[in-house]
């Protein structure tokens, strides 16, 4: 059974960075493509990030580009998001998910953590 826990969301100022962790369970972490997606309040859940199995593939929605890298570690299980010069448009819950296989970045994601809060300042 996937299991994805997320952790490193809190509360930053605006311009301030967070970096996200998503621990998978399960002994082929390193044959899955992974995303972050974030829903904002009132707003739809929107793809983020997303990151190939072998790490060579990797989008970003344009509102993050140059701010938020999104990176894997498979020896640990963990997939990374990184976010930089955070804005208080970036408030959300973020989730990672795991992507169904042989799928573009579009999806479907298939397994969703339970996702974590984060909350920028202005």
């Known amino acids: 059974q996937v299991q994805l826990v997320e952790s490193g969301g809190g509360l930053v100022q605006a311009g301030g960075s967070l970096r996200l962790s998503c621990t998978a369970s399960?002994?082929?972490?390193?044959?899955?493509?992974m995303g972050w997606f974030r829903q904002a309040p009132g707003k739809e859940r929107e793809l983020t990030a997303a990151?190939?199995?072998?790490?060579?593939?990797?989008y970003y929605v344009d509102s993050v580009k140059g701010r938020f890298t999104i990176s894997r570690d498979n020896a640990k299980n963990t997939v990374y998001l990184q976010m930089n010069s955070l804005k208080p448009e970036d408030t959300a819950v973020y989730y990672c998910?795991?992507?169904?296989?042989?799928?573009?970045?579009?999806?479907?994601?298939?397994?969703w953590g339970q996702g974590t809060q984060v909350t920028v300042s202005s």
């Open positions: 998910a795991r992507r169904a296989p042989y799928t573009n970045y579009l999806g479907p994601y298939v397994n």
């Open positions: 399960g002994r082929t972490f390193s044959s899955w493509s």
């Open positions: 990151i190939s199995w072998s790490g060579d593939s990797i």
